[in-house]
């Protein structure tokens, strides 16, 4: 036997509400209305579904047990539609994100941690790679957006990039290194200390050996390479090796006071880190709302080191 799924919603809202009327004004409908689809209703079962002669109405048996069935299709309605408005405002979904290993690790993970905060149903895919691997899983679709440094005037066709912090390295040591608390340092001082490698595809990598090149180190001496940024900030901590890492990083372990720069003027690399995205595709509200946080968190970030340093340069 086929119902209609309205009748039986309008025989619950009567039966909680007491009446026609209330059911009508909790439904927004006009008590005919409703006195009709009753009776088209009980036409259907072949039975009454309210007690003949109680006042206020009373549901018989099988009005009480089809009543309970109208209640389970309103709350079947109401959470779809719930869903469905969470779909299309991007409260839900996934978005996949893909990042070199040190940002990602280093700077972004804190700001996706308060992003899934904000978005508890939303799911986040992050993977790695570096930039050519990123740029082809953007056009492939693979992943919805890409968090990293390149030269904005090398930036292919069919991408958008929003600039989220200059680029700039220091050379880290670890808190207790021998030169962690000098205030100066020449070429001399750190030529004898080895050095932590990033891996050999990373831009980090060219930028170790231009450091090493502008500074006067020939023969560079590697005692660890390839790791994880969690990898190279424990070889740093538990040894007195060398390496180069993005200002970011370090700032964003200040509060650990772990690793420390070191006093030595280096060139900053012309790349920028970005968010990335493929320029021709429609952005999902998930993948916009990602993006929205993101860029904000990187301009607090962008604000706070720039408030660092004015009082460092104002105390020094």
């Given amino acids: 036997m086929q119902f209609d799924p309205r009748h039986l919603e309008i025989l619950a ?19 005919p209305s409703l006195s009709r689809s009753i009776a088209l209703l009980e036409a259907r079962v072949g039975a009454p579904l309210f007690e003949k002669g109680r006042r206020p109405l009373q549901p018989t048996a099988l009005g009480s047990a089809l009543a309970e069935e109208g209640r389970i299709i309103r ?9 469905a408005l969470s779909h299309s405002r991007g409260h839900v979904g996934t978005i996949r994100i893909g990042g070199t290993p040190v940002f990602m690790d280093g700077v972004a993970s ?13 799911r986040l895919d992050q993977s790695y790679g570096f930039l050519d691997d990123l740029l082809k899983q953007l056009e492939s679709g693979q992943i919805d957006l890409a968090i990293c440094p390149i030269v904005p005037s090398e930036l292919p066709e069919f991408f958008d990039l929003q600039v989220l912090l200059p680029g700039r390295n220091v050379i880290a040591c670890g ?11 020449r070429l001399d ?16 990598f060219r930028d170790l050996r231009q450091v090493l090149s502008e500074i006067g180190i020939k023969d560079m001496k590697v005692s660890f390479s390839g790791g994880s940024l969690t990898s190279i900030i424990n070889v740093l901590l538990g040894s007195e090796a060398l390496t180069v890492l993005p200002y970011s990083v370090l700032f964003t372990y200040r509060d650990a006071n772990a690793i420390h720069a070191l006093p030595i003027k280096i060139s900053h690399p012309e790349r920028q880190l970005g968010l990335l995205k493929k320029a021709d595709v429609p952005t999902p509200p ?9 860029t904000l968190h990187f301009q607090g970030l962008s604000k706070r080191i720039a408030e660092r340093e004015r009082i460092h340069v104002w105390r020094a």
Avoid: C
Wanted: proline share 10%; charged share 15%.
């Fill in 189 to 204: 001082d750190i030529a004898p200390y080895p050095w932590i490698a990033p891996p050999t595809g990373s831009p980090l």
């Fill in 110 to 122: 804190p700001m996706l941690a308060t992003f899934q905060q904000e978005y508890p149903e939303l």
């Fill in 75 to 83: 709350q079947a309605r109401e959470a779809a539609a719930k869903k």
């Fill in 13 to 31: 809202a009567i039966v909680d509400a007491g009446g026609v009327s209330e059911g009508a004004a909790r439904l927004g409908k006009s008590q």
């Fill in 175 to 185: 808190a207790s290194h021998p030169l962690a608390r000098r205030t100066s340092l």
């Fill in 286 to 294: 998930t993948v916009h709302h990602l993006s929205n946080h993101l």
